[in-house]
């Protein structure tokens, strides 16, 4: 079993950069692949990016290719989400996932097996 504690949400202004990151607990983070999803409030949860075990492949959603990127770090049990000139169409909230197989991309999230808590981003106009 994983467990998965997303931190560094917060407020920034549009244009602005934030880094998120997962931290996992369990000797078997290696072997998930992981992902990212966002929701707003009152919508479906959507993808965002993945990562497969290895950090050798990504995969991104086409509203945050080339902004965003998606990479871990094994030996830390972390995985991360660096985003960069951020749009006020950002604001959600933003979980880690992990699960078997790569791309996992469906919005929903279905495909996953273990879930963060969310942290929330907000970016003003």
């Known amino acids: 079993q994983v467990q998965l504690v997303e931190s560094g949400g917060g407020l920034v202004q549009a244009g602005g950069s934030l880094r998120l990151s997962c931290a996992a607990s369990?000797?078997?983070?290696?072997?998930?692949?992981m992902g990212w999803f966002r929701q707003a409030p009152g919508k479906e949860r959507k993808f965002v990016a993945a990562?497969?075990?290895?950090?050798?492949?990504?995969y991104y959603a086409d509203s945050v290719k080339g902004r965003f990127t998606i990479s871990r770090d094994n030996a830390k049990n972390t995985v991360y989400l660096q985003m960069n000139s951020l749009k006020p169409e950002d604001t959600a909230v933003y979980y880690c996932?992990?699960?078997?197989?790569?791309?996992?991309?469906?919005?929903?999230?279905?495909?996953?097996?273990?879930w963060g808590q969310g942290t929330q981003v907000t970016v003003s106009s």
């Open positions: 996932a992990a699960g078997f197989g790569f791309p996992l991309y469906r919005d929903g999230g279905g495909e996953y097996d273990y």
């Open positions: 369990g000797r078997t983070f290696s072997s998930y692949a």
């Open positions: 990562i497969d075990w290895s950090g050798g492949l990504t």
